[in-house]
């Protein structure tokens, strides 16, 4: 009695099938963490400058590296189809990629106790300087010289405040969520 051995070609085969069923996974599991980016900025719109968008970019930069791009964009998109494509939503091209690229720097193997401490305060620092952050694009759009756009700054303080001592609370969670992210998406894949 012979034992069945895949040819390469099958090997190849099964091979193929499988990469394409994990990209088609990682779409779809992109897809719905954009759209959760997304339901929960309208979720916590009652609350000014309070939201869980800085703790999702870096958790899903921790878990996704590069590949976070991907929902961050669906988000922005999402949201811009939502509420408009005006100039308010231009600095959201740029804003979301500026904390992406931050934590993209980042040692990736950063000792738990460390990372404790680190992300919330890297997602704290994101919420103070989003006004100055959003500040090129104001001045560009509205042709704001150099002593009106540090006034549009300054004026912004109070709320960049509020914005980043409220990443910093919300920071805590982002350890614990990309822990539970890697291995949710290990044993799916």
């Not at 099938?17 to 779409?27: G, I, P, T």
């Not at 878990?63 to 976070?68: G, T």
């Amino acid at each position: 009695m012979s034992s069945f051995t895949p040819s390469n070609e099958q090997e190849s085969s099964v091979s193929s099938v499988r990469r394409r069923s994990r990209h088609v996974l990682e779409l779809c599991v992109f897809a719905m963490l954009g759209a959760l980016m997304f339901c929960s900025k309208i979720i916590m719109e009652i609350l000014p400058n309070i939201h869980l968008l800085g703790m999702f970019t870096m958790v899903f930069t921790l878990v996704f590296r590069k590949r976070a791009l991907i929902p961050i964009y669906i988000y922005v998109f999402v949201n811009g189809l939502y509420a408009g494509f005006a100039t308010w939503w231009v600095p959201y091209l740029y804003i979301w990629t500026v904390l992406w690229g931050i934590t993209m720097l980042l040692p990736q193997k950063m000792p738990r106790r460390v990372a404790f401490v680190v992300y919330p305060l890297i997602n704290c620092l994101h919420g103070l300087a989003f006004g100055t952050l959003y500040a090129p694009a104001q001045a560009l759009l509205f042709g704001m010289n150099l002593q009106q756009t540090v006034a549009w700054i300054i004026t912004g303080l109070p709320w960049d405040l509020l914005h980043g001592v409220s990443n910093l609370f919300v920071g805590i969670l982002i350890l614990p969520l990309s822990e539970l992210l890697r291995r949710l998406m290990q044993r799916a894949m």
